[in-house]
């Protein structure tokens, strides 16, 4: 095994594939909306991250939509298992850390989902649609959606290696539900932390029901659901008609979150060393809205 420090992640640095043709694609039948999202995440481009990322914090998710019986576009979840030591039994997407074996963010999406629900990595029949920006995970790690498209119906998919059944609800719409009256589709909760300096900052996390929860099946929650309303906002090409994110000076935007765990999180700044890894540590507090400064890595 190499002792070589990896090279800084750069996220917009991706093998890509020919870009999806929906006319020429072997696709089951779309309604208008379908169509319509499918063209709004081919054509979407990610803004690009002002700093390197280090590879041993990163991770990322695959967000695996399918075709419906009546045209209508569904995500691939799973249930994690009830033994895992952390969020077990959540509503999740398939996905994981990086691994020095992926070439890019994209690999690390497909090897986790192949290795989590057998989901093929063939590009042909899981072609690349779009990959989101990256959103702060808990336990400080920045995870990347990579959002796909599932074209061959004949797949079945067994049961994940932690032996957890797979469900799809669909993606994410705006409003709310109006037919789940008495629980509501969409409810939010919010918790502080310090943010740069000495403010107080306000998150807030969303919460949706998959229709399943007498099954057992927990809502879609947290990451998860910040990651589903951000990739159906690009779908539908508009925002929901809730607040996402609490705006400045309460809170802060996914870009800031992220440069403010860097800037003030002893992981961020042991992994830029380990990997030999450069920042501009005034730009990171001055992205993260701070004063910038005082910052440094060792070369």
């Known amino acids: 095994m190499s002792d070589k420090a990896p090279k800084p992640l750069n996220l917009l640095d991706y093998h890509r594939p020919k870009r999806l043709r929906l006319k020429d694609a072997r696709i089951p039948p779309l309604n208008a909306e379908s169509k319509r999202c499918l063209r709004n995440l081919t054509a979407y481009r990610p803004s690009r991250p002002k700093f390197p990322y280090p590879q041993t914090r990163s991770a990322a998710v695959l ?36 691994d020095p074996e992926d070439r890019t963010i994209e690999d690390t999406a497909r090897r986790e989902a192949f290795e989590e629900i057998g989901l093929p990595r063939d590009k042909l029949k899981v072609p690349l649609l779009c990959i989101l920006e990256p959103f702060l995970a808990a336990r400080n790690l920045i995870v990347t959606p990579v959002i796909v498209l599932i074209l061959d119906n004949t797949l079945r998919f067994p049961f994940s290696l932690t032996h957890s059944p797979l469900f799809s609800p669909p993606l994410p719409r705006f409003p709310t539900e109006p037919e789940l009256i008495e629980v509501p589709y969409h409810t939010t909760n919010e918790w502080t932390y310090p943010g740069p300096n000495d403010t107080t900052l306000t998150t807030r996390a969303h919460r949706f029901l998959t229709g399943r929860e007498a099954g057992g099946i927990k809502p879609v929650f947290g990451l998860t659901a910040a990651i589903l309303i951000h990739a159906a906002s690009i779908a539908h090409a508009r925002q929901p008609d809730f607040e996402v994110e609490l705006a400045p000076p309460e809170g802060q935007s996914r870009e800031e979150r992220i440069a403010w765990a860097i800037y ?36």
């Open 63 to 98: 967000v695996a939509l399918f075709v419906g019986r009546m045209g209508d576009l569904y995500v691939l979840l799973n249930r994690r298992s009830a033994t895992l030591r952390t969020y077990a039994g959540d509503t999740s997407l398939p996905g994981g850390k990086w």
């Open 264 to 299: 003030s999180s002893p992981v961020f700044h042991e992994a830029y060393e380990a990997e030999e890894i450069k920042v501009d540590w005034a730009k990171v507090a001055k992205t993260a809205g701070g004063k910038g400064g005082g910052r440094s890595t060792r070369r």
